[in-house]
């Protein structure tokens, strides 16, 4: 059986890592675009950047298991692809918005 499409963090936490996400968008993110499944968004490619979306992936993993991450390394950028069940598809939509 597939895990239920729903965050499993309480309110305070879920605050919490919307600021997180928050903060690192704010300071890295390139751009935002659709793609099958999900969205890719691209970042900076500083090494600051990607610590910081290597521990939002690894948190995210523990509340959003039906939630696939892909994080690559180009030479200045770094490609973060969100992709999820199309129940996750709103949630998806809101994520680095």
Not at 63 to 90: M, N, S, Y
């Given at each position: 059986?597939?895990?239920?499409p729903?965050?499993s963090?309480?309110?305070?936490?879920?605050?919490?890592?919307?600021?997180?996400?928050?903060?690192?968008?704010?300071?890295a993110l390139?751009?935002?675009?659709?793609?099958?499944?999900?969205?890719?968004?691209?970042?900076?490619?500083?090494?600051?950047?990607e610590l910081?979306?290597?521990d939002?992936?690894?948190?995210?993993?523990?509340c959003?298991?039906?939630?696939?991450?892909?994080?690559?390394?180009?030479?200045?950028?770094?490609?973060l692809?969100?992709?999820?069940?199309?129940e996750?598809?709103?949630?998806?939509?809101?994520?680095f918005?």
């Amino acid at each position: 059986m597939d895990p239920s499409p729903a965050c499993s963090l309480p309110p305070a936490g879920l605050r919490e890592r919307r600021a997180v996400i928050d903060q690192i968008a704010g300071a890295a993110l390139r751009s935002r675009e659709r793609i099958p499944g999900g969205a890719r968004l691209m970042f900076t490619g500083s090494d600051d950047t990607e610590l910081a979306l290597r521990d939002l992936i690894a948190a995210e993993a523990d509340c959003c298991p039906f939630l696939r991450f892909d994080l690559e390394r180009g030479d200045d950028e770094l490609r973060l692809d969100v992709t999820g069940p199309e129940e996750a598809q709103p949630m998806l939509a809101e994520l680095f918005a």
